[in-house]
């Protein structure tokens, strides 16, 4: 292929995250990464090329369908970081169903698919959507490929997948799909690497940020996720409300006179840490907080992901390895001792020197004694888009 450059495409429901990857021969390499901060007036960029970090303000104004933020960012590529030898795309799309297993070369007829599948996320999957379509419009020429959160969870067993509801459900759709998993097939990844035993053991991951997901695997496969048919579900989430009784929702249409517009919104913008606490749904702000609901909120939350660990293990039949990742779980070491203090039954035992380190790594933050080897691992979603977007294309040649 010669020496040619891509992007990869991390859209979430408030920043889009943009990898500039070069392929050398067989070698990947990030270049540089982009944040955009959708949510920000002007909307910004923060740059990182090497040990280089800038912002820049755009111009353009924040529209549904993001074109004026995709051509201003695809100019600003090919002017100031000199891509004009862009040749694809990838993009991480948070659901693919059960019909994309794998990543996918974009065409009309898997687009046409994948927008059948926006009532299923609702908050990302148009985002991603959106870029897409601009991409397309505006620079027809660039290969566009798709790499799919749900795909990673397809190892998981049918009665972890189903929902006790008539079969029939099932088969039009309703059924525990898994989200997260380009994050977890990362840690995956470089457990494979850095930790080839903990790799092959039972192993559960808590990618823990703004949206929050927990996964079980057993040599390297997802057994068990927390996420089941939507993002909404599993454990609370900075505004999202995480497990509820179906009966509430019934509660809320009948008796309170909601619709389901008003629900939705309650249940993924007003509800969470943000809706415990009333006050934030950041646990920064939480753990700085000496209020009441602050306090509430980090008890719901870190009760939950405990509880939902448990769980897993029975999933499992035991546990070797907990991971940490996402913004909370990879920075946050007050989040992720409470977790463990939950967890002590266990045997789990955290060596309070290594966990409290800031920045940290890529490291073991169990003591020597504790019988679950804990580790933090960044995750790094932008890689694994960028080697699924070098396979499938390697592939079609």
């Not at 450059?5 to 070698?27: C, D, R």
């Not at 190892?155 to 099932?170: D, G, M, N």
């Not at 840490?273 to 306090?295: C, F, I, K, Q, V």
């Not at 396979?391 to 040649?397: E, G, Y």
Request: charge should be negative; proline fraction near 3%; charged fraction near 20%.
């Amino acid at each position: 292929m010669g020496n040619k450059l891509f992007l990869t495409f991390n859209a979430g429901s408030s920043t889009i995250k943009i990898g500039v990857y070069e392929h050398l021969n067989e070698a990947i390499k990030q270049v540089a990464f982009v944040r955009v901060n959708l949510h920000q007036h002007p909307i910004s960029l923060e740059i990182q090329k090497g040990l280089e970090t800038r912002q820049i303000l755009l111009k353009a104004r924040l529209t549904e369908g993001l074109h004026e933020v995709i051509d201003e960012l695809f100019g600003f590529f090919e002017s100031e970081l000199l891509l004009d030898k862009l040749y694809a795309v990838g993009h991480r799309v948070v659901h693919g169903g059960d019909l994309f297993l794998g990543p996918v070369i974009l065409d009309q007829k898997k687009m046409a698919a994948l927008e059948d599948l926006i009532p299923l996320a609702p908050l990302h999957q148009p985002q991603a959507l959106f870029i897409i379509r601009a991409i397309e419009r505006l620079r027809p020429y660039l290969k566009q490929t798709a790499s799919f959160d749900t795909a990673f969870h397809q190892t998981q067993a049918s009665a972890v997948r189903h929902y006790a509801i008539p079969e029939k459900l099932f088969h039009a759709g309703i059924k525990r799909y898994g989200f997260h998993g380009l994050s977890y097939q990362y840690i995956q990844s470089y457990l494979n690497e850095a930790f080839p035993g903990p790799a092959n053991s039972k192993v559960i991951i808590a990618h823990l940020g703004s949206g929050a997901s927990l996964c079980a695997m057993d040599h390297g496969m997802s057994q068990d996720s927390s996420m089941g048919f939507s993002t909404l579900s599993g454990v609370p989430m900075e505004t999202r409300c995480g497990d509820i009784d179906a009966s509430a929702v019934l509660y809320l249409a009948k008796e309170k006179g909601m619709g389901m517009e008003q629900i939705a919104h309650l249940l993924y913008q007003e509800s969470g840490l943000l809706g415990l606490s009333g006050e934030s749904g950041n646990t920064r702000d939480l753990l700085m907080s000496n209020t009441p609901g602050a306090h509430l909120a980090l008890d719901v939350f870190t009760l939950r992901i405990a509880g939902e660990i448990g769980r897993m293990i029975s999933t499992l039949n035991g546990l070797d390895v907990l991971v940490f990742t996402g913004g909370i779980g990879e920075n946050q070491a007050e989040i992720r001792s409470r977790i463990c203090a939950k967890l002590s039954w266990l045997g789990i035992e955290l060596d309070s020197k290594l966990n409290d380190q800031t920045p940290i790594s890529h490291q073991i933050v169990s003591s020597k004694e504790s019988k679950v080897k804990t580790l933090v691992i960044p995750t790094k979603e932008e890689d694994i888009i960028a080697k699924q977007l070098i396979n499938i294309l390697h592939d079609r040649k």
